[in-house]
């Protein structure tokens, strides 16, 4: 799928989670029921995690919720509540596990023990105990800082307001969800469009004797900070939290192999209906704290965690027709425009069909009668045609040999990997001189994590294509704007803003100005990495001129694919172009040195052979951690290579003529915790 629509879709989806959850936090005045909320927050986590170039800080793996109240005093939480990721199959399940085993370097016969436990479909919050009495209690708030609560919370029975017991830590965040019981709902449904809703609001009341009127309960099952407590398992400390006189969930399990997590998940989801509270799924946890913590945290969310949802949301209905969408790369994306069906709640009228084998494979065709899937994809997809409903003047779809916006050839890449051609189909025009590749482009140029101009969003874009105000990015920096001012709505103030937005940007990072030419198969991690290695914007503009395309190599991360992808970048004249008038208009700051302080700071280090108990992923991160850095050829720039089991000789021999220190697993382990 493309980039471009890939960061279309996942933008509108975070603009329309900050507006439910400002009137949901903040107006109390829900738009939505809690299936579609909860069903946009599973997809942008879905889609956060299919797409490692996907960031925003407005994300809910950021921000969860919305930005603490004015009402309530604002106080960071001592350890960051973090969001989960999804699962919705048992594929998913299968790949979460592989993916655990390989970074702990276990083989395949290793067992992972879990802990099993029904998500509570309420209001997340974090009682703070200070030598067993409690004494602040915080909302979730957008996961770093939260609202104070205390007092509302005082009013819920189910938390203990001192706790007497001898091995209760001295300082612990004990975490679990604030909820309203179904039949206790029932009696104030006139006032709350569901429990959740009503549970948050009742939080969120400034006077405690209002909360104490709702039949608020609170069940534990985590903690954030802790001080003196003496468990190392998930199982053991849900135990502990009974003794303590905390209430859990009844339904939690510990259980060992992926098949019983599937035969507990369909178990429990048979029992919805008849538990007194709402659950939407099952959060797997690794038992083992001491696992928990090598495997550590993926951005805002645990490797060691994960929810798996209950049930994708389907419905059925009629492909009318099919368009095709080009992106800023090129790629022709198909999409099926469908009969307009309700799904969760929401009218979906668009599908996509990923790309021509997909159209193939499944003999999707116009008029067929399909079953459309809308949980944890980027869009709504087609699942399956319903053949027996096949009418006889459904039409076969011909994929186009010529792109539908500039009439080039389309073609298909080799991939020499897979010794195959890719699923995608691409218009073979050189960027600029498509027109719907251009204006996808100059969007992605203005985009959040290039340019990001205030003000200067996709519509204005498409506006000012329309009326050949910009045809290239340069031509941003370059507008009449006694002609905008002209245009229907736009005036004075807002012309100024504009401009004054354009200006301000016009002193740009090395890294976000690579990343804004929308070079294929360059993101933005692989954007940091050429700045981080070539410094000066100067050394970039003149890659081509210097003809230095493969010292890149060098940089961890970079191989022949994003190489190639830039020297195709720059036999183009229109980029060259591009290039050159940028670099005369901007202010291209070189790129920042890493951080001083930690304590592999300033040394390179490379991995050879097998390490023992390890996986290269965990190393990596430990590496990383402490300030190093990783490189990926034998050169003067590396100080140490790691050696493990079967190394590279040819690595180690040219290792000693550069007289680079040579370690093993042990010395370098020493040497973190002799740095320490």
Not at 324 to 338: D, N, Y
């Amino acid at each position: 799928m493309d980039k471009i629509k890939i960061k279309k879709e996942y933008q509108k989806k975070i603009k329309n989670l900050i507006n439910l959850n400002r009137h949901y936090y903040e107006l109390s005045k829900p738009l939505v029921e809690d299936q579609e909320y909860d069903q946009i927050k599973s997809e942008i986590f879905s889609l956060e995690k299919k797409y490692n170039f996907l960031k925003s800080e407005d994300s809910p793996s950021k921000k969860v919720g919305y930005k603490p109240s004015k009402t309530f005093k604002k106080v960071l939480h001592k350890v960051s509540m973090l969001s989960l990721s999804n699962a919705f199959s048992e594929e998913d399940l299968i790949n979460f596990e592989k993916k655990i085993i390989n970074f702990l370097d276990k083989d395949s016969l290793f067992e992972i023990e879990y802990s099993a436990e029904p998500k509570i479909d309420g209001i997340s919050a974090s009682l703070t105990y200070k030598k067993g009495k409690f004494v602040m209690g915080l909302s979730r708030g957008d996961g770093k800082e939260g609202e104070d609560i205390t007092q509302n919370l005082k009013t819920i029975i189910d938390i203990p307001k001192e706790i007497l017991i001898k091995d209760f830590p001295d300082d612990i965040d004990v975490r679990g969800e604030v909820f309203i019981g179904n039949k206790d709902f029932e009696k104030i449904k006139d006032k709350f469009a569901n429990p959740r809703n009503a549970a948050s609001g009742s939080l969120r009341q400034k006077n405690p004797n209002d909360t104490k009127k709702i039949p608020l309960k609170f069940i534990a099952y985590t903690f954030g900070h802790e001080k003196g407590m003496k468990v190392q398992k998930q199982n053991e400390y849900l135990q502990k939290l009974k003794e303590w006189g905390f209430k859990t969930n009844p339904f939690n399990k510990t259980l060992k192999g992926v098949q019983n997590l599937m035969n507990n998940y369909y178990e429990i989801e048979k029992k919805r209906n008849e538990i007194d509270f709402d659950i939407d799924g099952i959060v797997y946890k690794i038992n083992d704290f001491n696992l928990q913590k090598r495997l550590g945290n993926v951005a805002n969310s645990p490797r060691w965690a994960i929810a798996h949802k209950f049930s994708a949301n389907k419905g059925v209905s009629k492909i009318l027709n099919i368009d095709i969408q080009v992106g800023r790369t090129g790629a022709l994306t198909p999409v099926a425009k469908i009969k307009p069906i309700n799904i969760g709640g929401v009218v979906v009228s668009n599908a996509t069909l990923h790309n021509e084998d997909e159209i193939i494979r499944k003999d999707i065709r116009i008029n067929d009668t399909v079953i459309v899937e809308r949980a944890g994809d980027v869009i709504p997809h087609i699942v399956k045609v319903d053949l027996k409903k096949r009418i006889k003047d459904s039409k076969k779809y011909h994929f186009p040999k010529e792109c539908p916006s500039c009439g080039a050839k389309t073609i298909k890449d080799f991939n020499t990997i897979t010794k195959r051609e890719d699923a995608v189909r691409r218009c073979s025009s050189e960027g600029y001189e498509c027109e719907k590749i251009a204006i996808e482009k100059i969007k992605h140029f203005v985009s959040k994590e290039a340019f990001n101009i205030d003000g200067f969003g996709k519509k204005i874009v498409e506006n000012f294509w329309k009326l050949k105000f910009v045809r290239l990015p340069q031509d941003i920096f370059n507008l009449n704007f006694e002609k905008i001012e002209t245009l229907d709505g736009w005036g004075k103030q807002s012309v100024l803003n504009l401009k004054y937005a354009i200006d301000k940007k016009k002193n740009i990072s090395f890294e976000r100005f690579i990343y804004s030419l929308g070079i294929r198969h360059i993101g933005f991690e692989n954007a940091k990495l050429i700045a981080k290695t070539l410094k000066s914007p100067e050394s970039f503009v003149n890659l081509s001129k210097d003809d230095k395309f493969d010292d890149l190599l060098n940089i961890d991360g970079i191989g022949e694919t994003q190489i190639n992808s830039i020297k195709n970048f720059y036999k183009n004249k229109t980029n060259l172009n591009i290039i050159n008038n940028l670099q005369k208009i901007l202010n291209i700051k070189r790129a920042t040195e890493n951080k001083k302080g930690g304590v592999l700071s300033n040394k390179t280090f490379m991995l050879t052979g097998k390490l023992n108990g390890i996986s290269r992923a965990e190393a990596k991160s430990l590496i990383e951690k402490n300030s190093g850095s990783i490189i990926s050829n034998v050169s003067k720039k590396l100080d140490y290579l790691i050696i493990g089991e079967k190394p590279t000789n040819r690595k180690i021999e040219a290792a000693k003529q550069l007289n680079i220190k040579i370690i093993n697993q042990s010395e370098w382990l020493r040497l973190i915790n002799k740095t320490s």
